[in-house]
């Protein structure tokens, strides 16, 4: 890895870095640090600090949508953000590598295949 190659991915970090609140960059500094924790029953425990979970509270996703629009009569593109509350995903997926659709490359068996 070259200098500028270092320089490109320090700034990417600092970038994500940037993003978290500050509470979250404390506690993030903080790891392998000595930590003493009290529970609720007064119980201390005295260790190293190995990691933490954040709790999401929303998602956000950029997506290319088709849609009609009334007005204009015809048919548009639409890139926005979509917002989620994480109280209303059930599931998610994380995609790792998409292909272009290519219709001529389903075998012929499949593609005469019927459900029922």
Known sequence: MGLSD?????????????????????????INDIVRFTRRNYQGS???LL??????????????????????GKRIIEDKILVIPAAAVMYHEFIND?????????????????LG
């Open 6 to 30: 270092l320089q490109t991915e320090c700034e990417a970090w600092r970038l994500v870095f940037g993003l978290f609140p500050r509470g979250i960059k404390e506690w993030v500094a903080r």
């Open 46 to 48: 005295v260790g190293v």
């Open 51 to 72: 990691g933490f979970d954040l709790e999401p509270t929303e998602f956000r996703i950029g997506l290319t949508e088709s849609a009609f629009d009334t007005l204009a």
């Open 98 to 114: 998409t292909q272009d659709f290519d219709p001529s490359t389903i075998e012929p068996e499949i593609g005469a295949m019927e």
